[in-house]
């Protein structure tokens, strides 16, 4: 089930590091300071994370347009090991939209 601004404001900051699912591999990852936005990409037989920015500083429906946008990117790109499409790219992208 895909998560609403409601749900993810009564999420509660977790012990444990703990991952709440949207669809199409966005997850909001919480631990015990943070809500990080994580995008897992599988390309062949490896998964790819990416890490965006907190919540509430991006919201669901920018997490959703960054998820999308670097999912176009990385399938569209040779991903070895480490992804050469660096977070400072993203970061560019995010502020330029």
């Not at 991952?19 to 995008?39: E, I, P, R």
């Amino acid at each position: 089930m895909k998560l609403t601004e409601l749900k993810l404001r009564n999420i509660r900051y977790a012990d444990k590091i703990k991952l709440y699912a949207d669809g199409n591999g966005l997850f909001l990852c919480v631990s015990k300071t943070k809500k990080k936005w994580q995008l897992s990409i599988r390309k062949g037989t490896k998964v790819v994370h990416f890490y965006g920015d907190e919540y509430p500083t991006m919201s669901l429906k920018a997490a959703r347009e960054w998820a999308e946008e670097t999912r176009e990117l990385a399938l569209g790109s040779d991903i070895q090991g480490k992804s050469q499409l660096s977070f400072t790219h993203y970061a560019e992208l995010y502020r330029n939209r």
